[in-house]
């Protein structure tokens, strides 16, 4: 359904795919209970997977302290209640279901309380202002860097139109709005045509509210739960919708006073930023936290350390009837690695493969689910390379 609403089960994911090292206890990775039915990627978006990356929360969330307790209660009541309590607007991804139950204590700041409940939930956050976004982490990583190139898009517009789509007001829907009627309101607002509105899938949202907002913002928050962001066509005053860019960037220059060894640091503690000479590129929150640290206002970032997967055990393993794709991006979320698939493998990374078990190694339950879908694979550096398996081929389907 939508925001707050969703036509998939997720009702059973657990904190246990949430793609952050995990802690060693006693020389091995105990790794809660990972569940699932359905991931938000599609196929497409799971060609090498990047990291999560660090959330820009506003002050107001840091400084929020709080205990928030949710026993059996479905996401929707308590996203709303969170909502209300903290004043802050929370739009839950149409693919991420509303009705599975919450249960657990949060206590802390509330960018804290936030972050804790969207790795049990094995979600994503994005934060836009005071709009805090819970969807698939394939879409939540993109999410920032897009509201911004698109924000700088319109102050290179002529002047009147500059002016419509910045204009900032709240924004609401009602009970079973759809998506399209969403965007339809937002264009009349901006007055502007909308070229291929039959594009956005129909559905039917739960009624939520926006804070005041520029129709730029607003446009690219109800895109995103479709993979879609939108682009204008100057000639016909019109807009067009198109997929989300893979890997959205931003370029900005920085005076870095000509110290190669600097920039070599930066290389190394930035690797999502491109660097060419004075021109760094790369997504909103590595430039965020670069400014920081060239000004000396934040601690030195840091690699995360990847898990030794050997020593990553899953106390309880239950996934059923998901697609191999999906099940392989949970496990390789676990090892912190990426995921790519060989051309070649097709269609065949959309079989069926059931795993359910407790205490069962992170290598036994790839080697099964590889097993089970006719596919081999090779971790190459932090890359996990899937392919398909050849005609009688016995081999051990991880090659080392």
């Known amino acids: 359904m939508s925001p707050f609403s969703s036509r998939y089960d997720l009702s059973q994911t ?20 990972l569940a699932l039915a359905a991931i938000a990627a ?11 990356r660090p959330i820009h929360w506003p002050q107001g969330f840091r400084t929020s302290q709080g205990t ?17 309590t903290e004043k802050v607007s929370l739009l839950l991804d149409r693919r991420v279901d509303p009705g599975q139950t919450i249960d657990g204590n949060f206590a802390g700041s509330l960018d804290q309380r936030i972050s804790a409940l969207a790795s049990q939930l094995n979600v ?3 934060v836009i202002g005071r709009v805090v976004y819970l969807g698939p982490p394939t879409v939540t990583r993109r999410l920032a860097t897009m509201v911004e190139l698109k924000r700088l898009e319109v102050g290179k517009q002529a002047p009147e139109l500059a002016r419509r ?29 909308t070229a291929n509105l039959a594009q956005i899938p129909h559905d039917l949202w739960a009624g939520n509210q926006l804070p005041a907002l520029p129709v730029s913002q607003r446009l690219t928050l109800v895109l995103a739960g479709f993979d879609l962001t939108y682009k204008y066509d100057k000639a016909r005053n019109r807009l067009e919708f198109i997929s989300l860019p893979t890997r959205p960037a931003l370029t900005r220059r920085y005076t870095l006073r000509g110290k190669p060894a600097l920039v070599a640091q930066l290389k190394y503690r930035f690797p999502e930023i491109h660097i060419s000479g004075p021109t760094m590129s790369g997504p909103l929150e590595a430039h965020q936290q670069l400014r920081l640290w060239l000004t000396g206002a934040a601690p030195t970032p840091t690699r995360p350390i990847p898990p030794d997967p050997q020593r990553i055990i899953f106390q309880k393993l239950t996934l059923r009837n998901v697609t191999a794709a999906q099940a392989l991006q949970a496990l390789c979320r676990q090892a912190s690695w990426s995921l790519h698939f060989d051309p070649q493998v097709g269609k065949q990374h959309q079989t069926l493969v059931n795993l359910v078990g407790e205490q069962v190694p992170l290598q036994r339950a790839l080697d099964d689910l590889l097993n089970q879908a006719g596919l081999q694979a090779q971790l190459k550096g932090q ?3 899937v392919r ?13």
């Open 14 to 33: 657990s904190q246990a795919l949430r793609p952050f090292a995990w802690p060693l206890f006693w020389g091995v990775i105990l790794c809660q209970p």
């Open 42 to 52: 599609t196929p497409d978006t799971l060609q090498d997977v990047p990291a999560s």
């Open 68 to 84: 928030t307790s949710w026993q059996g209660q479905t996401l929707r009541r308590a996203l709303q209640g969170l909502a209300t």
């Open 124 to 126: 994503g956050v994005s």
């Open 165 to 193: 789509l910045a204009h900032s007001q709240p924004f609401s829907w009602e009970d079973l709005d759809t998506p399209q009627d969403l965007v339809a309101r937002l264009c009349q607002e901006a007055e502007i045509q």
């Open 383 to 385: 890359q996990l390379h």
């Open 388 to 400: 398909l398996r050849g005609d009688g081929n016995n081999a051990n389907a991880v090659d080392r």
